[in-house]
T-cell receptor, first 112, second 115 residues
């Protein structure tokens, strides 16, 4: 029972490079979310999805894009990386609104 | 505006002592509330949740929380802290009118446990 799997765990990018953070869940959850965590700031919602083909912007979407072609996968794309995107990124999924989220273990990204 | 506040950034507690972490929210609609714990280098783990019924809820690892609507609070408690409880704790709030299930997280409280 893998739950929510995020890859890679660590990554260093140079300014202007692009990358995709992968997120896969094996629980058949419809709802999926991407958050970023910065020290002292808690978690901020980047994008979310309620099912395949349906996504929407969260609180801090600038500089990111997502797609949801399957129930299992919800990749987060960074285009033209900037130092402000240095953060820890968490993917989460949920089956029902009242059950809470299952989180992945995170991706620590540094942009230099 | 909707908000979730954890007033304490950092708490130090002795092993065996009691612990209380505060969470206050400001939401117009009926909230549902969660506490998560994050150990160093790990993802977040759900401790407990409240969405209706008994306002005192029990969670994993011996934690409990009490929902007080009149005070817009959902404080987390543990009667006797263990060294393994050292972690960061996050309160999260959602609203029943949000069909997307989005949660807003507080800024977290770091708990240090001393011998």
């Amino acid at each position: 029972n893998a739950g929510v799997t995020q890859t890679p765990k660590f990554r260093i990018l140079k300014i202007g490079q692009s990358m995709t953070l992968q997120c896969t869940q094996d629980m058949n959850h419809n709802y999926m979310y991407w958050y970023r965590q910065d020290p002292g700031m808690g978690l901020k919602l980047i994008y979310y999805s309620v099912g395949a083909g349906i996504t929407d912007k969260g609180e801090v979407p600038n500089g990111y894009n997502v797609s949801r072609s399957t129930t299992e996968d919800f990749p987060l794309r960074l285009e033209l990386a900037a130092p402000s995107q240095t953060s820890v990124y968490f993917c989460a999924s949920s089956q029902a609104l009242t059950l809470g989220y299952t989180f992945g273990s995170g991706t620590r990204l540094t942009v230099v | 505006a909707q908000s979730v506040t954890q007033p304490d950034i950092h708490i130090t507690v002795s092993e065996g002592a009691s612990l209380e972490l505060r969470c206050n929210y400001s939401y117009g609609a009926t909230p549902y509330l969660f506490w998560y714990v994050q150990s160093p280098g790990q993802g977040l783990q759900l401790l407990l949740k409240y969405f209706s019924g008994d306002t005192l809820v029990q969670g994993i690892k011996g934690f409990e929380a009490e929902f007080k609507r009149s005070q817009s609070s959902f404080n987390l408690r543990k009667p006797s802290v263990h060294w393994s409880d050292a972690a960061e704790y996050f309160c999260a709030v959602g609203v029943t009118t949000d069909s997307w299930g989005k949660l807003q997280f507080g800024s977290g409280t770091q708990v240090v446990v001393t011998p």
